[in-house]
Nanobody, 125 residues
Framework: QVQLVESGGGLVQAGGSLRLSCAAS????????MGWFRQAPGKEREFVAA????????NYADSVKGRFTISRDNAKKTVYLQMNSLKPEDTAVYYC??????????????????WGQGTQVTVSS
């Protein structure tokens, strides 16, 4: 089992930055690929970014490329999402997820085995 706890969400003005963190426990973190997804009100959950176990494989949604950066610290069992140049359309609940196929960096939410509870990000215009 893997437990995931997100933090770092909040309210920010357009153009601002936030860094989300997701702390993992319960399984060797370095054997997991990790992803970030988001869900806005009335919309389906969508892929944001993903990272393989070593960080050697990265994957980003087109909507966040050049603005968001995913990274991980295996010693701290934490994955991060640095979000810059935030836009109102980035407003959503952000979820981290863990994939036990550690070499992947998939955008497919059905391939992720464990999910956090989410953290709210609100970007005001």
């Amino acid at each position: 089992q893997v437990q995931l706890v997100e933090s770092g969400g909040g309210l920010v003005q357009a153009g601002g930055s936030l860094r989300l963190s997701c702390a993992a426990s319960g399984r060797t973190f370095s054997t997991l690929a990790m992803g970030w997804f988001r869900q806005a009100p009335g919309k389906e959950r969508e892929f944001v970014a993903a990272i393989s176990w070593t960080g050697g494989s990265l994957n980003y949604a087109d909507s966040v490329k050049g603005r968001f950066t995913i990274s991980r610290d295996n010693a701290k069992k934490t994955v991060y999402l640095q979000m810059n140049s935030l836009k109102p359309e980035d407003t959503a609940v952000y979820y981290c997820a863990a994939d036990t196929i550690y070499s992947r960096s998939s955008s497919n939410p059905t391939l992720y085995d464990y999910w956090g509870q989410g953290t709210q990000v609100t970007v005001s215009s």
